[in-house]
């Protein structure tokens, strides 16, 4: 490690240095070579782009070293989808195997596995299902759509937890249904049943909504997001009066509480197994520059507020929001790790079964989509959050990385990430279509 060897080594055990204010992004240049194992701090992790990436790179970044908003201007720089290049593979760290499951799927985003090993992914575009059933490295030897005719399907989850479920939940993008399943399933054995009917008042922005369970089965989840980058989520703006918050229910979807609040597009939920906590993975938002608002992971405090749309990253006021609420200001949450800016973090989940050597036991995976909103390219890839004790470090590293083309084009966007039965991961990616497995064969 041959970067700020003393200050990493403090964010692993929890102290916190004084903070370097940040600066603006410099230009695009050739970008500094860093290595595996090496920890960016600061203003150093703040700046770097796509070119920086590499699997085992790691980043800590804290609220002091964030700059003012519109210290650079906001720029509009979508990527330009292109072909996988020939020779492009994405990149894990040393001792991991990437392997191409499947291509051609429609949008696969939320990616879960059964009790019986099958992947369980919800191809939005298409408005289905897709069960896959794979044993170790061999091809599929099923793969077939489990049911159809949804809207927006993303978040997916079975009940009750434990190892034989009885229906799969499906969360479309104004409505939950579940759908009967035993263990084996290939196809739905009866119609879907409606829970919970108008989640998002109509819809309209954000548009995905992710679920999960208590491990005990006693609750439901359900994450929706906001349906505008920030606007005040009062009576005033009709299209937010059921936005930017997490829900919990009981499981046939009555008994509604509001369980959070003030979150701008919590994308992924999940439990972690060791704590039972609530967590999520958040898309902040736009238009602030280029290294604001950081994206975040973060664990979920019951009846919290986490500042959207007046405040950001603790008490630091958004003069553009509507509304005057000078109360909230101590009320805002600052979340447990902070993820380059416009990152766009998707889907997450707690690694538990071992495969992988013991030191990733128990952190967190996330899935990075990639940057709009950034002038320089930022995310595209699957990162490795850092915990301690079932606590967050606020230290993350890259893990799977190389979906970028250039500066304008990429070829891959990770969306949704699962364990699967054997310990290996699987990820979902929208941009290629396609979904990727990833062991460790040992150094």
């Known amino acids: 490690m041959k970067i700020l060897t003393t200050i990493a080594a403090a964010a692993f055990l929890g102290a916190v240095p004084t903070a370097v204010f940040a600066q603006s992004a410099p230009p695009a240049a050739a970008p500094v070579h860093h290595s595996p194992g090496d920890v960016l701090v600061g203003p150093d992790a703040l700046n770097t782009d796509w070119r920086d990436d590499i699997a085992g790179l790691s980043f800590y970044i804290r ?4 700059p003012r908003p519109y210290l650079d201007p906001s720029v509009h720089n979508a990527p330009q ?4 290049p020939q020779g492009a593979w994405p990149q894990a760290p040393a001792g991991f195997v990437v392997e191409k499951v499947v291509s051609r799927l429609r949008e696969p985003r939320k990616i879960i596995t059964a009790p019986n090993g099958d992947l369980f992914i919800a191809e939005s575009g298409a408005n289905r299902i897709r069960v896959i059933r794979q044993s170790g490295t061999a091809a599929p030897t099923e793969n077939e759509v489990f049911v159809d005719g949804l809207d927006q399907p993303f978040g997916l989850a079975f009940y009750p937890p434990g190892p034989n479920p009885q229906y799969l939940y499906v969360a479309n993008t104004n409505d939950l249904q579940r759908f009967p ?8 054995t009866g119609p879907g ?3 919970i009917q108008n989640i998002a008042n109509g819809g309209g922005g954000h548009w995905t909504r992710d679920i999960c369970f208590t491990r005990d089965g006693s609750r439901l989840f359900l994450a929706v997001g906001s349906g505008s980058n920030v606007c005040d989520n009062d009576a005033q703006v009709p299209i937010e009066a059921r936005r930017a ?9 009555t008994d509604e509480h509001v369980y959070a609040t003030g979150i701008r597009n919590p994308v992924g939920i999940t439990i972690d197994p060791r704590t039972n906590e609530l967590w999520m993975s958040v898309n902040e938002r736009d238009e602030l520059g280029d290294n604001l608002v950081p994206d975040y992971i973060s664990h979920v405090q019951p009846g919290g507020f986490y500042g959207w749309p007046w405040y950001w990253m603790g008490g630091r006021l958004d003069t553009r929001a509507k509304g005057d609420h000078p109360d909230l200001s101590a009320k805002v949450i600052t979340p447990d790790v902070l993820i380059q800016s416009h990152s766009a973090s998707l889907s997450m989940i707690f690694y538990q079964k071992g495969q992988f050597p013991a030191s990733y036991n128990g952190d967190a995976f996330a899935c990075e989509h990639g940057s709009w909103n950034r002038s320089r390219r930022t995310g595209y890839k699957v990162i490795r959050v850092f915990m301690k004790k079932g606590q967050a470090t606020g230290v993350y590293q890259d893990f799977l990385t ?3 083309v250039d500066d304008n084009s990429v070829w891959g966007r990770p969306v949704g990430v699962t364990e699967g039965a054997d310990g290996s991961l ?3 990616d929208d941009g290629s279509d396609t979904l990727w497995h990833i062991r460790y064969v040992g150094k």
Do not use: E, M, S
């Open 63 to 66: 609220p002091a070293d964030l």
């Open 81 to 84: 989808g292109a072909p996988q």
């Open 181 to 188: 399943y035993h263990n084996g399933d290939l196809k739905a």
């Open 193 to 195: 049943q409606t829970l």
């Open 245 to 253: 918050r997490i829900y919990d229910y009981k499981p046939d979807g």
């Open 402 to 404: 190389g979906f970028v």
């Open 426 to 428: 699987y990820v979902t």
